[in-house]
C-alpha cells in the first residue's frame, strides 16, 4: 500500500494543477492534456502495483474465512482501472479540441 500512495499523491497534484488551469481559463492548452496524462500513468501504476498483492489477499481471506477481503483488492484494480481509462478519454477528447481549436485559429 505504501508503494501505491506515491503515484496516488502525485496524481492527486496533477488534479489540483488541472483544476487550477481550468480556474485561469487555460483548460484548452497542452498543460492540460500533459496533466491528464499523468493521471492515466499514476491509475496504471497504481492497478499494476495491486496485482501482485492478490495472492496474499486470498491467503488472508482463506485463512481468516473472510472472503470479503479479496474483493478489497479487486476494488481497487478495478477502480483504478476505470479512473485510467476515463483520463484517457478525455486526454483524446481535449487533445482533438486543441487541434481544431488551432486549426480555426489559423483558418481566420
Same mark, same amino acid.
Given at each position: 500500500m505504501y508503494v501505491s500512495a506515491i503515484p496516488f499523491f502525485f496524481a492527486l %497534484?496533477?488534479?489540483f494543477k @488541472?483544476?487550477? %488551469? +481550468?480556474?485561469?481559463k487555460k483548460a484548452f492548452s497542452e498543460l492540460s492534456v500533459k496533466a491528464l496524462k499523468n493521471i492515466? %500513468?499514476?491509475a496504471? +501504476? +497504481?492497478s499494476i502495483s495491486y496485482v501482485?498483492?492478490?495472492p496474499f489477499f486470498y491467503i488472508v481471506a482463506k485463512l481468516e474465512d473472510a472472503p470479503g477481503i479479496m474483493l478489497i483488492g479487486l476494488g481497487i484494480i478495478?477502480?483504478?482501472t476505470i479512473i485510467a481509462v476515463f483520463a484517457a478519454v478525455l486526454q483524446r477528447l481535449?487533445?482533438?479540441?486543441i487541434d481544431i481549436k488551432s486549426e480555426?485559429? @489559423?483558418t481566420i
Amino acid at each position: 500500500m505504501y508503494v501505491s500512495a506515491i503515484p496516488f499523491f502525485f496524481a492527486l %497534484y496533477q488534479a489540483f494543477k @488541472l483544476l487550477s %488551469y +481550468i480556474d485561469k481559463k487555460k483548460a484548452f492548452s497542452e498543460l492540460s492534456v500533459k496533466a491528464l496524462k499523468n493521471i492515466k %500513468y499514476c491509475a496504471v +501504476i +497504481i492497478s499494476i502495483s495491486y496485482v501482485p498483492g492478490l495472492p496474499f489477499f486470498y491467503i488472508v481471506a482463506k485463512l481468516e474465512d473472510a472472503p470479503g477481503i479479496m474483493l478489497i483488492g479487486l476494488g481497487i484494480i478495478f477502480a483504478s482501472t476505470i479512473i485510467a481509462v476515463f483520463a484517457a478519454v478525455l486526454q483524446r477528447l481535449l487533445q482533438e479540441a486543441i487541434d481544431i481549436k488551432s486549426e480555426n485559429d @489559423l483558418t481566420i
